[in-house]
């Protein structure tokens, strides 16, 4: 059991502790197999584009549970993953303690204004855990003066909603026939790193140079069959399926369980997914 205590937040972070230090924390480490298998594609080359040496030290933004922490740490001097969720903390240094790398250290915080030390870090990186800062700028500033001159930040963020049909295609499935809003992508959410010009703006406000944008595209797992993948998302979108009109969740639901069964592949279920992978680098 966890003896965390809240740590610093800003302000405009304390609805993001309260969500990923519940609710969303716990779904997150209920389900991080099925979550890691899902991103798995994406881990090479992510891992690839951060290229730590042996005499480089990391900082992991949102590290989760820590699997990219620990990967890193395997190729690096040290590396230290941060995230507001205390049970995704305690998962990973138990993780690291079973895996016997003492070089990886895990500290609950919010990145946005915790004191790193100066100039400590020679990459910082985020696979999907940098679109959540209630200020993005002051967040990656103060990354930016974490790292040493020459420093790099690489992060994966999602694309446009529409890109992804994990996102878009459920969302819409239970809608309802309800005409339902785009996700924001200028305040946090998955998706406030999804335009282009704005994550240019923002890293380049927050002191950081040469910002280049790759697109990526893989298969996303979401479970092994239609009945494995029809619980996961029945649990992730429950407060949707909730607000649906009664007699229009039966049909609601069998739409997914249809689509997840188009979707069946010899990998299990999968679907289609788009990421940028944001590169960066500290003058």
Known sequence: ?????????????????DAWDGDQ??????????????????????????????????????????????????????????????????????????????????????????PFPDAAFDVVISRFGAMFFGDPVA?????????????????????????????DGFRTLLAGGRDL????????????????????RVLTEAGLADVRLTSLTEQ???GRDVEDAFGYVTLRHESQIRDLPPEAVPGALEAVRASLAEHVTPEGVRYGSAVWLVEARKP
Do not use: K
């Open 1 to 17: 059991m966890s003896d965390f205590t809240a740590p610093p937040v800003d302000p405009s972070n304390t609805g993001q502790l």
């Open 25 to 114: 924390g716990d779904l997150w480490i209920d389900q991080a197999d099925r979550l890691e298998r899902g991103l798995a594609r994406y881990h090479p080359g992510f891992l690839a584009a951060a290229a730590p040496t042996p005499v480089s030290d990391v900082l992991d933004v949102g590290c989760g549970g820590g699997r990219t922490t620990l990967d890193a740490a395997r190729r690096a001097r040290s590396a230290l993953g941060v995230d507001l969720s205390s049970r995704m903390i305690d998962r990973a240094r138990a993780q690291a303690a079973r895996e016997g790398l003492a070089n990886a250290a895990f500290e609950q915080a919010d990145a946005q204004i915790h």
């Open 139 to 167: 967040a990656f500033g103060n990354l930016a003066r974490a790292l040493r001159p020459g420093g790099r930040v690489v992060l994966l963020t999602w694309q446009d909603f529409r890109r992804n049909e994990f996102f």
């Open 181 to 200: 809003p785009d996700p924001p992508t200028d305040t946090p959410s998955p998706f406030a790193l999804s335009e282009p010009d704005r994550v240019r």
């Open 220 to 222: 996303m797992y979401l």
